[in-house]
Nanobody
Framework: VQLVESGGGLVQAGGSLRLSCAAS????????MGWYRQVPGKQRELVASITSGGSTNYADSVKGRFTISRDNAKNTVYLQMSSLKPEDTAVYYCNAEVVLVSRATVHYWGQGTQVTVSS
């Protein structure tokens, strides 16, 4: 299984970006999908997550500014980021709890995509 992320980049404060993460491989289904971020010297932190049924969870720091969504038919999760702040600068990682065709459940990570917000 591979998770391929796209959509990162450089944006000015107050701007918007949309991240995408597509899962492919021997997938039976995907439970929770989420976005995490990490800055050098700090632990990776949860930004937002979404269940297969569409229930969402957000870090307090992004509530009201970020929106997570998914397309189950495409095994893809999105993160719409608006009103970006310099403190949102980080490497953003996609995570998925994948049920394989063997029915084993495994967590996978994407390769990470850099988001830089300039002041």
């Amino acid at each position: 299984v591979q998770l391929v992320e796209s959509g990162g980049g450089l944006v000015q404060a107050g701007g918007s970006l949309r991240l995408s993460c597509a899962a492919s491989g021997s997938i039976f289904s995907i439970n929770t999908m989420g976005w995490y971020r990490q800055v050098p010297g700090k632990q990776r932190e949860l930004v937002a997550s979404i269940t297969s049924g569409g229930s969402t969870n957000y870090a307090d720091s992004v509530k009201g500014r970020f929106t997570i969504s998914r397309d189950n038919a495409k095994n893809t999760v999105y993160l719409q980021m608006s009103s970006l702040k310099p403190e949102d600068t980080a490497v953003y990682y996609c995570n998925a709890e994948v049920v394989l065709v063997s029915r084993a459940t495994v967590h996978y990570w994407g390769q990470g995509t850099q988001v830089t917000v300039s002041s």
